[in-house]
């Protein structure tokens, strides 16, 4: 993802609301598609969205530079999510969350585009085992496309845990999608 200008930083760190809504609409999208992978609930994803943004705001005179704003601004919202789901009960699939996922893998279509309600049950499905950590680890790896580096850094575990979460996850979904039916 490209990153914002750095004027734009500068001037959100000196309380500009003007520059700050620049931020807010380039990674809000980022933030957005976490949070729904992570909790598999549309409301939730706003709400961790909104949160995150707040955080952002009042915390944004501490950002250094240190990692991307998006690696920052990741890490915030990873570990909202984290949060949030161990307030939540662990949702169990849903019924019919088998039915949309035999639909999907069995629709061929390379144009078939997923609405948010399918990519929750799918998604709430195959992660239903996994740990909070093999969660977060996959989704920021195999659902938003980060390299291990980025993960550590949003995550604060070393290059053996990410990679330890990562091989269970993968390991325990492909054991669940056996279970299914599919190989």
């Known amino acids: 993802m490209e990153q914002i200008n750095s004027n734009i930083i500068?001037?959100?760190?000196?309380?500009?609301?003007?520059?700050?809504?620049?931020?807010?609409?380039?990674?809000?999208?980022?933030?957005?598609?976490?949070?729904?992978?992570?909790?598999?609930?549309?409301?939730?994803?706003?709400?961790?969205?909104?949160?995150?943004?707040?955080?952002v705001w009042t915390t944004l005179r501490k950002y250094d530079g240190s990692t991307t704003l998006s690696t920052w601004i990741y890490t915030i919202a990873s570990r909202l999510c984290l949060d949030r789901l161990k307030k939540l009960k662990r949702q169990s699939p849903l019924p019919d969350d088998e039915s949309v996922l035999a639909d999907y893998i069995s629709d061929t279509s390379p144009q078939r585009q997923l609405e948010n309600h399918q990519w929750i049950s799918i998604l709430r499905l195959l992660a239903s085992e996994l740990s909070e950590k093999q969660r977060i680890v996959f989704t920021l790896s195999h659902l938003e496309g980060l390299s291990s580096e980025e993960i550590e850094a949003i995550t604060g575990f070393d290059s053996r845990q990410v990679k330890s979460n990562l091989y269970v996850a993968r390991q325990t979904i492909r054991e669940r999608l056996k279970r299914l039916g599919y190989e």
């Open 10 to 55: 500068t001037q959100c760190q000196q309380g500009d609301k003007k520059a700050y809504r620049q931020l807010v609409q380039w990674y809000q999208g980022m933030v957005f598609s976490l949070a729904l992978k992570m909790l598999g609930d549309e409301d939730e994803a706003k709400d961790i969205t909104q949160e995150t943004f707040i955080r």
